[in-house]
């Protein structure tokens, strides 16, 4: 299991920073690369466990895929856990809150996830599967702050993923017109 934590400060009250996290009307602005919510506006409940899910139309490798978030957690306007589905990439994913002062939050992001993520055609390794995980962790803090402090929608793209093809590195999921690794 990989698990890297990070955090930010935010010039927003914890309540609004809570409500950009929990809400998934709010996400939607904010999550990067989400284009739609799939829903009516009402959580739907994971049959199996009684949990809110909420989905999200995205893109990965330029390809439209469904983000799925199933909540685990929520504790109080402290803490939110959930399971996220992003295509075949599977996720833990937590918010932590601290309110710094009247108008300023700390939000920490904990992200868990598998050593080995398949992909169409193989899979990544646990280097390019912590490269992944790292990018997006650091682009959500980024959208999360812009969001609650400027209330701008994410133009953040999702972060490209690394595949080994051969004894070759090749992007996937980068502009044509952005650097290559």
């Known amino acids: 299991m990989i698990t890297l934590a990070m ?8 309540p609004a920073v809570w409500q950009a996290v929990s809400d998934p009307d709010e ?4 999550r990067p690369g989400v284009s739609e919510r799939l829903e009516d506006g009402r959580a739907q409940w994971s049959s199996e466990q009684g949990r809110p ?11 439209p895929v469904v983000l799925e978030e199933i909540r685990v957690v929520a504790l109080g306007r402290e803490k939110l856990r959930s399971e996220i589905h992003l295509g075949l990439f599977r996720f833990e994913e937590t918010f932590s809150l601290t309110a ?5 939050t700390r939000l920490g992001l904990r992200v868990a996830a598998p050593n080995r993520m398949p992909i169409v055609g193989g899979s990544l390794d646990r280097f390019d599967v912590r490269r992944f995980a790292t990018d997006l962790a650091a682009v959500s803090l980024q959208a999360v702050r812009d969001w609650c402090e400027r209330r701008q929608p994410s133009d953040l793209p999702m972060p490209g993923l690394t ?6 590195a090749r992007d996937v999921g980068r502009s044509s017109t952005g650097p290559a690794r």
């Open 100 to 104: 710094l002062g009247p108008a300023r």
């Open 7 to 14: 955090a930010t400060e935010i010039d927003a009250p914890q």
């Open 53 to 63: 899910r909420f989905r999200f139309r995205t893109r990965l490798h330029d390809v």
């Open 163 to 168: 595949t080994l093809a051969g004894d070759q």
């Open 27 to 30: 996400a939607m602005h904010w």
